[in-house]
């Protein structure tokens, strides 16, 4: 391990040993280069993560809904074809790329990258690729909303392959039952834990009505809804609704990181299936009275989980000049 990687790492918080240990399995994993934290140290050092940082921070100004935008897409990123950038390519030609299939459909935020890449490539052209911008924005993204931070080991390289056809495979739905989410997690070296911290990601955002419908059926409502809850979303999203727009926030305080999803869904206040899956075990139920009991429990958990999420799969690509086409 490069002596400022374990220095960095170790100061970054206080880790255990073991954690170190899989942290740096986990980065080591994947067909591409170890991901490390001093990467850019000589090529382009500092002002890249900064400049990440002013354009997330200039884009919220202007929109609160670009951190939750932030977050899901570097989760759709990492989870087709690893942490590559392949969500960020546009389609071309006769090839539908992935942020053309049916998941990806409400993904947005784009623009935020394409200025994070043009300040980065100002600074130091050809040097930092479009898959590490996003990991570092989605960490800005959660800091800035209130939740924790973290050091994001980069050196990710930029895929060329992607295909609209793979993520209704790779990405699980918002009907997905427990055993389902835990196959598309478990899958890719993530734990059953891992699923249930970065199911928290929900703190933030928003779903559309398409997403949780299946819940609030005219023939009968899901009756691990509260009773209230699920009239206030019937409202929001009548059978007839043609609104597009129309939704409801993942939960109350959804421009803010912090534990009240937990908190909610032990009410039977989680909007999607997926949110209630996880109450289905004992155990996984446990962890969420745990995270709703104590946020710096769950900004400790989210952090090493999301450390374990944007290591995978680093590929032998490329640093992409614009992330919306290969080079
Ligand atoms: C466990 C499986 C997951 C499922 C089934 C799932 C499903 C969904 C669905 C259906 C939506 C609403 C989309 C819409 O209606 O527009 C959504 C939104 C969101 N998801 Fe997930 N998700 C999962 C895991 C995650 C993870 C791991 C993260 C990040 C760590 C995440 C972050 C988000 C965020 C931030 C939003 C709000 C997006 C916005 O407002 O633009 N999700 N998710």
Known sequence: MAPAMAEAAASSRSRSH??????????????????????????????AE?????????????????PAGLLRLHFHDCFVRGCDGSVLLDS???????????PNASLHAFYVIDNAKAAVE?????????ADILALAARDAVALS????????????????????????ALPGPTASFDQLKQAFHGRGLSTKDLVVLSGGHTLGFAHCSSFQNRIQQQGVDP???????????????????????????????????NTYYR???????????????????KTRA???????????????????????SGLNNVAGEVRANCRRVN
């Open 224 to 258: 691990a809804l509260h009773p209230s809850f699920a009239a206030t979303l019937r409202r929001s999203c009548p059978p007839n609704n043609t609104a597009r727009a129309a939704g409801s926030a993942l939960d109350p305080t959804s421009s803010s990181f912090d």
């Open 146 to 169: 209130g939740g924790p931070s973290w050091v994001v080991p980069v050196g990710r390289r930029d895929g060329r392959v992607s295909l609209a056809s793979e993520t209704t495979t």
């Open 18 to 47: 073991l954690d170190l240990v899989v942290l740096m399995l986990v980065l080591l994993v994947g067909g591409g280069e170890a991901l490390s934290l001093d990467y850019y140290t000589k090529s382009c050092p500092q002002e």
């Open 122 to 130: 100002a600074l130091c052209p050809g040097v930092v690729s479009c």
């Open 264 to 282: 909610m869904l032990l009410t039977g206040r989680g909007l999607l299936s997926s949110d209630e899956a996880l109450l289905t075990h004992p």
């Open 92 to 102: 071309s030609g006769n090839i539908s790329a992935e942020k053309d299939g049916p």
């Open 287 to 309: 962890q969420i009275s745990l995270y709703a009991a104590s946020q710096p429990a769950f900004f400790r958990d989210f952090v090493d989980s999301m450390l374990r999420m």
């Open 50 to 66: 900064a400049a990440v940082a002013a354009a997330v921070k200039q884009a919220m100004a202007k929109d609160r809904t670009v």
